[in-house]
């Protein structure tokens, strides 16, 4: 399972890219390993543009064929961008977790202590070495 090294990882399977420059947003996902979990994704609920976000509260739903699971927020900040192509495609988070399955864009205003890199998130999930 693709865990791949240079992004931050949050105890609730989200992924986070923070741009080297950063006054830059960061861009959030959902990692391959949480696709896997939720099966197929059939419908994504995200905030909107504008929106602040606390980091450790629901921010969005993810909605699969196997359940319904809360989009926790993995920073603290505004949200300036959504993928709005997961409207009407939502399984390119099954399918390109890491890219075309982005979700937010966020102006970061406070980090997390406990974001993950990937070798932590890997033993949190135990899928060994990879990338």
């Known amino acids: ?9 949050s105890t609730d399977h ?3 890219a923070i741009a080297e420059d ?3 947003p960061a861009t959030v996902g959902v990692t391959a390993f949480a696709a896997d979990a939720l099966g197929d994704v059939v419908f994504v609920e995200l905030p909107e543009v504008g929106a602040s976000l606390t980091a450790g509260e629901t921010c969005g739903e993810i909605e699969s064929t ?12 505004e949200v300036v961008e959504r993928n709005e192509a997961l409207a009407e495609t939502p399984e390119l988070i099954n399918s390109d977790p890491y890219d075309k399955g982005w979700l937010l864009r ?3 205003t406070s980090l997390p ?19």
């Open 1 to 9: 399972m693709s865990i791949p090294d240079g992004l931050r990882y």
């Open 14 to 16: 989200e992924w986070l």
């Open 22 to 24: 950063e006054t830059s």
């Open 66 to 77: 196997k359940s319904v699971s809360d989009l926790v927020a993995p920073v603290t900040g």
């Open 106 to 108: 966020v102006r970061i």
């Open 113 to 131: 202590p406990d974001l993950l890199d990937a070798e932590a998130y890997r033993a949190l999930t135990d899928t060994g070495a990879g990338s």
